[in-house]
């Protein structure tokens, strides 16, 4: 008895119609992710009065709330935040911005935290070792820490905690530059 010779052209045409079919699937899956990722940006400017800067010691400084509502960014973005499936540090920078003159030279190290009112602190970034001539911009390194227990939180609040290294003539004014990466899932 012979058995049916598969016809080649059909299977290879089939194959061929699998695949790029598999291709199309994964790459919406990515491109999709692509339209649901946004960044949550956050500014604020405060002042560090110069009796404060003393070298050998700790700079505690105090919870600054967020301006930002979670809840009204994740609606801009048309999604809700048990729709999040995952959200970063993107970048954290310092910036001095008066006296024009001063810069970061008088820090040693700095760790930034974020918390709630329901939740823990977190270390959210840092920089150890701070040269004497870095400048007047610091970008820090993230500590990764697990952002998702904040983003239920109708806002945040960011604390840094600093060890000096110099004191400066003139109370300092920085702004603290905050970037959130969120991926989540459209409505």
């Given at each position: 008895m012979l058995l049916p010779v598969p016809n080649v052209k059909i299977m290879k045409s089939t194959l061929s119609f699998l695949l790029l079919a598999l291709l199309f699937v994964f790459n919406s899956c990515k491109e999709i992710d692509k339209l649901l990722t946004f960044t949550i940006k956050e500014s604020q400017t405060f002042?560090?009065?110069?009796?404060?800067?003393?070298?050998?010691?700790?700079?505690?400084?105090?919870?600054?709330?967020?301006?930002?509502?979670?809840?009204?960014?994740?609606?801009?973005?048309?999604?809700?935040?048990?729709?999040?499936?995952?959200?970063?540090?993107?970048?954290?920078?310092?910036?001095?911005?008066?006296?024009?003159?001063?810069?970061?030279?008088?820090?040693?190290?700095?760790?930034?935290?974020?918390?709630?009112?329901?939740?823990?602190?977190?270390?959210?970034?840092?920089?150890?070792?701070?040269?004497a001539n870095v400048g007047n911009t610091l970008k820090l390194n993230s500590a990764n820490p697990d952002l998702m227990k904040y983003i239920n939180a109708e806002n945040f609040k960011i604390r840094a905690n600093a060890t000096i290294d110099e004191s400066v003539p003139d109370d300092v004014t920085m702004k603290i530059d905050v970037i959130f990466k969120v991926v989540a899932k459209s409505l």
């Open positions: 002042t560090v009065p110069k009796q404060f800067i003393i070298p050998g010691r700790q700079l505690p400084g105090m919870p600054v709330p967020s301006a930002v509502s979670m809840e009204q960014e994740f609606k801009n973005h048309n999604t809700r935040a048990n729709l999040v499936k995952n959200i970063t540090l993107d970048d954290l920078t310092l910036t001095i911005e008066n006296p024009a003159t001063e810069d970061f030279g008088f820090l040693k190290d700095i760790d930034v935290f974020i918390s709630t009112d329901n939740t823990n602190e977190a270390k959210l970034a840092y920089l150890h070792d701070i040269p």
